[in-house]
């Protein structure tokens, strides 16, 4: 699936310029050589770590449940090769939004260069946002751990996963991950690297974090909680780069982000501190996945509240940013009048200043008239 940005000029090949316009195409041909490998069976065995899930337990058929055979999950090493194979992906999927949608809106509107970048990021985050919420919101009604909140904590360590909760955690590494290369892809400004790298290392360390400590339950929840908080953000901008006088959703944004702070906060102190608190087993053993200790307690707290003190103090600079601007009073205009340089030639001192006509000219009607009589 090749995606070739339309230009004028040819730059050499291999140059900065050429992998910038034809980044899809070459990771498309990379993405292509792994499906490809499928194909034969000198290279199957190789390939299917990087495009199929790994580490599949199928669990046979009991006396309680006789009719059923459930295939789960756990991690390891390998999940780095398919990690990397959808990182690819991702990349594609990022150059055909940003070509056959973001591009086209970009043109109708003519934005600025900054409201350009501005768009494109939002339109890309609201865009996986929305998936990620909808796709973890399916996950916790399929395993009931809305209706069943103690499943946070309980049986812990989760060591198996069923498909969806390992692939859509595989899904979040690899997003996250392409975005460091896109990074070059979009040209991003200097003075903008620093912000989107601190924001994709807290989600790779957040992630990662509840991938490898097994509490793939509690991330996925804090997860779909965040997402849509973060959608409504995105969207409401795309919304207010359309027509700046939106800002509905702005206020309605800035209510829930309180509230989603409030609630992961919450969440996380009634599973960590009051859960895994009275687990049974409390002893390290990373053979069997159990990271039930109170030094990794603490930690996982420390981290999760560090995170949402610093969401809040970059929200509560936000809104005292808007708040100045929309309080301080807008400035006068200050009407400047042209006026032409050197002496006016006898014309116009004739039909007086500038050119402009005055009553004591000598070609008005009153004058002439005052001559004929």
């Known amino acids: 699936m090749g995606i070739r940005k339309k230009s004028n000029k040819n730059p050499p090949v291999l140059s900065h310029e050429f992998i ?26 190789a390939a299917v770590v990087f495009v199929t899930l790994q580490y599949n337990v199928t669990i046979s058929a009991t006396e309680d449940q ?3 055979t459930v295939t789960l999950y756990h991690y390891g090493i390998k999940d780095l090769a398919t990690v990397f194979f959808y990182m690819l992906v991702a990349i594609i999927i990022h150059a055909i939004i940003q ?9 109708r509107m003519h934005f600025s260069k900054t409201k350009h970048s501005k768009f494109n990021e939002s339109g890309q985050l609201s865009a996986f946002y929305l998936f990620s919420c909808v796709w973890g919101t399916s996950i916790l009604m399929s395993e009931n751990y809305v209706s069943d909140p103690t499943s946070l904590w309980r049986d812990y360590p989760h060591i198996m996963m069923p498909f969806q909760m390992k692939f859509f955690y595989i899904s979040q590494l690899a997003y996250w991950f392409h975005a460091f290369p896109e990074l070059y892809f979009q ?20 992630i990662t974090g509840a991938y490898l400590l097994n509490l793939t ?25 359309s027509d700046e006088k939106y800002q509905k959703g702005f206020s309605l944004w800035a209510i829930l982000f309180v509230l989603g702070r409030l609630l992961t906060l919450i969440l996380s102190v009634l599973t960590v501190g009051f859960g895994l608190a009275r687990a049974e087993n409390q002893t390290l053993d990373v053979s069997s996945g159990n990271f039930n200790v109170l030094p990794i307690r603490i930690s996982v707290l420390a981290s999760i509240c560090l995170t949402q003190a ?7 600079n936000f809104q005292l940013r808007r708040w100045r601007e929309h309080s301080s009073p807008p400035q006068p205009v200050k009407k400047k ?5 050197g002496k006016p030639s006898k014309k116009e001192r004739e039909n007086g200043i500038n050119g402009a006509l005055t009553s004591n000219g000598a070609d008005s009607p009153r004058s002439r008239k005052e001559k004929s009589s």
Not at 337 to 341: A, G, L, S
Request: hydrophobic share 55%; glycine share 4%; aromatic share 18%.
């Open 310 to 316: 610093f969401m809040m103090w970059k929200f509560i």
């Open 187 to 206: 040209k991003t400004k200097k003075e903008d690297i620093p912000r989107q790298l601190v924001y994709i290392g807290l989600y790779l360390f957040h």
């Open 99 to 107: 070509e056959y949608v973001l591009d086209k809106i970009n043109r």
């Open 337 to 341: 009048f042209v006026t032409t340089k």
């Open 66 to 68: 006789p009719m059923e």
């Open 20 to 45: 910038v316009q034809n980044h899809a195409d070459i990771v498309s041909c990379m993405a292509m050589v792994f499906l490809l490998g499928l194909m034969f069976e000198v290279t199957a065995k």
């Open 217 to 241: 339950h509690l991330g996925l929840v804090l997860l779909v909680l965040h997402y849509f908080v973060e959608f409504l953000f995105h969207i409401s901008r795309l919304f207010y780069f």
